[in-house]
């Protein structure tokens, strides 16, 4: 079996990229981030996910709050809450943090390098989230060329791809996706602000994973604080 | 006074870095990383030397200790050690950490990014350290242009400049460029495995410091615990 890192941050999108990763063949070794995000109870949640999915989860503490500049690990800025999904911001939103996904692949090809594996898998999305720079497919090409000069492996003629099989789909494709390969979205986890009582259901992440739910006429089994509709 | 990252290791290519980018007319905000290195002292001198230029400096701790695969943050991994300067290893050398300058700088156009600033200094250069793949001309040009397509300036169409003066020269005319920007060398600190009594004098980074100074024809200040010569 093949190795592949997978970017994971026990959400839909990167939950069903390592259900993918899978299928394709691969070993996946799931990587998270402790970045300063306010909702941390993300990577506990990606841990408990990572284990019943079976496989190695490792997790790099990083200090992204540090920097500020983006509502997802600067306490000051508020998350954007919207009463439906055509209020989500088209623009680069609040939430965007500075060259996050830069950062998470950059770990991800030294992971690789030291495990020995050619293939990297990010759940990246260009049709959602728009506004995202680094969820471009010219922002994946880019990196790859990058990769490959960066690495001894790349030095070494062994071509470093890196993966983002979600990229054109809807996020109603994605639910589908997700249930044919058996995955249980009770346990996955996409709310920038959750409370206590469940995902908020106001956020961009919370309408834009409810929207998809619904779009593919699937029930969502989300707990939502307050339901998005 | 426009600001510029520049990474900054306080070792004698960052440092002329941090000086070649203020003489430019930058501000530079110096950005360093406590990644696990064995020699943990880097950054204490490293803020040290910061101080002394008068200069911002944001230190970042990252785990790339967790990874493994490198002499410099693997204990299990000796520092190689010569009796000359011509037994340095021309490959790939162990004290390559995996992608570590991609990982320095996602961070520094993260950091550019969140202060606004279009110019980022790295003091690699391609002469002494032929080994390294992430020192080379096209990494650098290749990262450039992956960070413009990451970020929200890129999209903006603000383009951030990776500023690498150091590339093309030998650290004899990297010595004698510090020495007439008003550099004191004593302070800057470049060996791999440094011992209480000074450098090393045997690692590769020992070798091609003291080799500098002596072909620019400048007496060497570093306190070597063994000589090389």
Redesign the interface.
Known sequence: MKPAIVLFSGGLDSTTCLALARKDGFTPIALSFRYGQRHSFEVENAAMLAKSFDVEH?I?????A????SALVDETIAVPKHSSVDEIDRG?PVT????????F???A???A??RNANDIFIGVNAIDYSGY??C?P??IA??M???N????K??EGDNLIIHAPLMSLSKAEIVKLGVSLGIDYAQTHSCYDPTENGACGKCDACWLRAQGFEQAGIADPTIYAATPE
Chains 1, 2 share one sequence.
């Open positions: 490792v790099v503490d990083i200090d992204l540090a920097f500020g500049g680069i965007y943090v500075p060259a996050r996904n830069t950062i692949l950059s770990f090809v030294a992971l390098e030291v720079p680094d471009r010219e922002f880019a990196f060329q990058m990769a000069l960066a690495t001894r790349g030095v």
